[in-house]
Structure formats: C-alpha cells, structure tokens
C-alpha cells in the first residue's frame, strides 16, 4: 500500500506531506483547488510526463516521494532482477525534476523511466478522469480479456509473438526473392562484382585501426625525426655539454679520485649504471632514427591499404565488420539466385510449416480466451447489478479475424443492453459518460480479486452519477477497499461519507501567491466537509444533520 505522499514545488503546491491509510480514502475539495495536482504529482513520480509549468514559480526543482509497503513476491522479484536494495519490505520513490530534466530513484538508486514504470506498474493502477473512453475503443478488449485470463495466456503470447516474427521474416524473405528473370541475373552480376571485390581485398578485423595508427606516425615522420635528434643532441656524446659527453668526464673524473679516497667506490658504480643507462638509450634512439629513415616505402603501402579499405567502408559500411557481413549475406543471397527454383520452393515450405505452427498457437489463444472471456463476463455482469444497473445485460464477443497477427486472429467486441427488452449492441454505441465510468469500476473491481496490486486510484469516479447510483459505487468501492487500498478523489457525498479516512485539499492564497495544501479530517470535520458539499454556500443545521446520518449510514453499509 502507499504509505507516504511527499510533494515538493509542484504547480501550485508548496510542500504537502501526507500519510495514507489502509481502506477507502477520499480526498474532496472546491472545484479548482487542486485534487488532481495531487493524483497529478503521483504519475509524474511513476514515470509520467512533465509539464513545462510543473515546477513551482520561484523553484529551483519540484520533487515527489512515494513510501510504498508491499509484501508482493512479484515486486520482490522485480527489484531482485533490477538489482535494486529491497528492505523491511518498503519502496521509496523519488523523482527530482530540474529545468526540464529529471532524475528518478528506487530506495536510493537511480533507475532508468523502463525500470521504473515497470516496477510502478506492480505497485498501484491509477484510474484517471478519462480511462473510462478507452471502453470505446475495441482494440482494447483483448488486452482486458487477457489481463484476466494472466499466466493461462502469457507464456502463449509470448510464444505466439516469436513465431510470428519468424513467420514474417520468411514471407519477407520471399517477397525480396519473388523478381523476373532479367532482375535476377542483374543481381547475380552485381552480387558476384560485390563478393569478389570484398573477397580480394582479404580483410581482417581490426586492421583499420593498426594501420590508421601506423600512418599517423609515419606522416608525421619528418617532424618524429627532427624531436628525436634533438633529443640525440642533448643525451649523446657529439655535441658540447650533453648528457652523454658530460657522463663520460664525471666518469673518468671520478675514477681518479676513488685512488684517494676508496669511499667513493660507491658514488662511482652508480655513476657507471647511469652512464649504462644513458649507453642502452642512445642506442636504441639511434636504431629509431635509422629506421625512421627508411620507411618511405612503407608510408606508401600503408595509405595505399588504407585507401582501400575506406573506400570499401563508403560502399559498404562504417566498419570492417560491417563489410565482412554484407559479404556473408551475399554470398547467402548469391548461392540462393544460383538456385533460385530450388530456394523459392524451400522458403514456400517453410512459410507453410510456419503458418501451421502459428494457426496452432492462435486456435489454442482463442480457446483460452473464449472460456475467459466468457467468466470475465458473467462476473462483470454481477458487479454491474451491485452498481445500480437494474436489468443489464452483458456479453464478450470473439470472432475471427482474416489474417493472424502477433496476438493471434481474434476480434473481441464487448455488448450491452442496459434497459429491459434492449437488444445487445456494442459497448461504444450505447454507453453513456456516466455509464462507461460505473462499466470500468466493475471491470476495476473483478480485476482487484485477481490482481496483487495493492493500491487502486480513482480520479472522479463518480462522473456523470448521482442518486441511488452514486450509492452503489460508493458500496463497491467500500467492497474493493476490503482487500486492498483505495485512493479516492470525489465531488459526491455518498461516496465521501463511506471514507476510511477522509483529507480535504484546499487553495490557500496570501493575495500574491497561491498554495494548495491537505489535511485529514477528523470525524466532525468530515460532517461539515460533507454538508458543503450537500449545501453549497449555506450550510444549515438540517443539512449538518443530513450528512451527519449519511456517515452513520455508510458505517452500517461498509463492506469492511
């Protein structure tokens, strides 16, 4: 569950701290006073997108922090793979967000926006104000279906989608093969051109790098050759005053006195080892030198080798590499236009094998997901009656598509009829806002039986409801909060009257700037909270009294 929300320099957020409960909380609020900067701030941190103005005016950075509890072997196992610390079972989220830039961590390692969605996603399903328009679109039914179905499906996709791509890689491969016969040989000739002259040029890898090194000193062979005698100047014996010439007097200046004073044997045998020293150097900077001298020859044999093969990288590729696979791919090709019939016919076998594997994979897919998908239904026709529709019908549809793709051939269409005596028709054409709202909470709440995710979000569940039917949703969320923790943001008090735990957010203003912060409501709180929004600008004492039985009804009403 979500333990902590720490806001940061957020929009028109300050600093909010906010400590989350188990159960059903409700957060509540005027219109405009930020109840959804705050459901806001909680996707920014789990890898949405930022905004320009998401920093606070007059902030170096805003920042979010989410303290998660979970007990999730999944997450566990996540974080294990992610190599991320996992302690005392707790997840810390931060994300610091700088001039457009931003820095996410888990439990104090950065981690990159993937690694952190992926983990978010085991953590929390965040209902936002417009999911419920998703339900229009039929390309998500499938997904949904899916989602119920889990592990029965997942490995199967998974081996549906491989052997798919190797399906179209084959066809790929035939359609690149399928040209008339004057093409053909025109290939085989420019093939055959291509492979001998890579072929001949005897590549190896690596060796544009040694050669590139080996013209760079021998181009700068003249300017090498003037240091290194000026280095011989000064350490040789030629010249007046130079290391050499000047080792060879201390030597035999020293050698005389050591027949006075046999102390500086010493200082005479290191004096030795350095001329040595000096002797070795000056010899093989000489050896240097003379080679140095003699290498014209070959210069021209290294920028001759080098030519070739950049002019061989400008046909063929950035590297060595690169060419030696356009050689290997067209001595593929090349062998495959020698026999040409004979390929054709192989690649049509192995495309029809393909096929049949594939077609396998699929009717297998639509069987799991027709026996899915007929549970999925029924259980979200039952969570549709505990949401006030009286008389609904509901179906899942699958029907075949003309070709397979990597999800398999099947089309889902999800029908309804909401009104005795209706007949069923597609979800997107009879469904109102309101109703679309109420048709994914029962969705949501099938989902929450089967789901490890601990917390759910709703943002403004309750559009487009009132009534008896805001009642019902309030039930229902009561029902899902039973096992796990709900975050709820709501304009109605039948919902906010079956709070766990209840916060108002509010707009502070001091004429200049503009805050919005929230607190928890303690029981009196909630009563006057819930009367405003019962009574709108006159709160009466009729009305105080009205939400205050609307809270001890809802205690009694309480799924928990």
Excluded at 128 to 134: K, M, P, T
Excluded at 180 to 204: C, F, G, V
Excluded at 415 to 430: D, F, H, Q, R, Y
């Amino acid at each position: 569950m979500l333990l902590n929300l720490h806001v940061k320099n957020f929009a028109i957020i300050d600093e909010v701290d906010i400590t989350l409960k188990d159960g059903l909380n409700i957060l509540t609020g005027e219109t405009g006073a930020g109840k959804s900067i705050i459901i806001g701030s909680i996707n920014v941190c789990l890898g949405g997108k930022i905004s320009k103005d998401i920093i606070r005016r007059g902030a170096d950075y805003a920042m979010v922090e989410l303290l998660f509890e979970t007990g999730s072997k999944a997450v566990e196992s996540r974080m294990k793979e992610l190599d991320l610390p996992f302690e005392d079972r707790q997840i810390l989220i931060t994300r610091k967000i700088t001039n457009g830039k931003s820095i996410s961590k888990i439990n104090g390692e950065t981690v990159t926006s993937q690694s952190l969605k992926e983990i978010a996603a085991l953590l929390i399903d965040i209902h936002g104000q417009h999911e419920h328009q998703s339900l229009l679109y039929k390309e998500n039914y499938l997904d949904i279906i899916d989602r119920y179905a889990k592990e029965e499906v997942f490995r199967l996709k998974q081996k549906l989608s491989k052997e798919y791509l190797q399906l179209t890689e084959l066809k790929n491969k035939l359609s690149e093969l399928m040209i008339d016969e004057d093409k053909r040989l025109r290939e085989i000739s420019y093939l055959e051109y291509e492979i001998k002259e890579i072929t001949e040029a005897r590549l190896k890898q690596g060796e544009d790098e040694l050669l590139t090194s080996e013209y760079k000193k021998l181009s700068n062979a003249r300017i090498i050759a003037e240091g290194i005698g000026q280095v011989y100047d000064c350490m040789g014996y030629q010249s007046a005053g130079s290391a050499g010439e000047m080792l060879g007097r201390s030597v035999k200046q020293l050698s005389k006195l050591i027949e006075y004073d046999k102390d500086l044997e010493g200082i005479y045998n290191q004096i030795l080892d350095v001329e040595a020293l000096v002797n070795d150097f000056n010899r093989n900077l000489s050896e240097y030198q003379s080679d140095l001298n003699n290498q014209e020859e070959d210069f021209a044999a290294v920028e001759e080798r080098l030519n070739l093969i950049n002019h061989l990288k400008a046909k063929y590729g950035n590297s060595i590499a690169d060419i030696l696979k356009v050689l290997e791919e067209g001595e593929i090709k090349l062998e495959q236009y020698y026999n040409y019939e004979v390929t054709l016919e192989e690649l049509n076998r192995q495309i029809a094998e393909q096929e049949r594997e594939v077609h396998s994979l699929c009717v297998r897919l639509s069987e799991i997901r027709k026996k899915n998908a007929k549970v999925l239904a029924a259980e979200i026709k039952n969570a549709l009656l505990d949401l006030n529709f009286l008389d609904v019908q509901f179906a899942i549809e699958l029907t075949r598509k003309d070709n397979y793709t990597k999800d398999g051939f099947d089309d889902a269409e999800y029908l309804i009829s909401v009104n005795p005596g209706e007949e069923m028709k597609t979800l997107s054409k009879v469904a109102s806002g309101g109703e679309l709202s109420r048709i994914m909470l029962a969705i949501k709440s099938v989902f929450a039986d089967k789901d490890e995710i601990d917390t759910l979000i709703f943002d403004e569940i309750d559009t487009g409801i009132s009534g008896r039917t805001a009642q019902k949703v309030s039930e229902k969320l009561s029902e899902i909060s039973s096992s796990h923790q709900i975050i709820c943001i709501t304009h109605l008090a039948q919902i906010a009257s079956m709070a766990d735990s209840h916060f108002i957010i509010e707009k502070q203003t001091d004429g200049q700037t503009t805050r919005t912060g929230i607190r928890q409501l303690e029981e009196q709180q909630s009563v006057e909270e819930i009367a405003r929004i019962l009574g709108g600008a006159e709160i009466t004492k009729t009305v105080l009294d009205s939400a205050k039985e609307m809270i001890t009804l809802a205690k009694k009403n309480k799924k928990r």
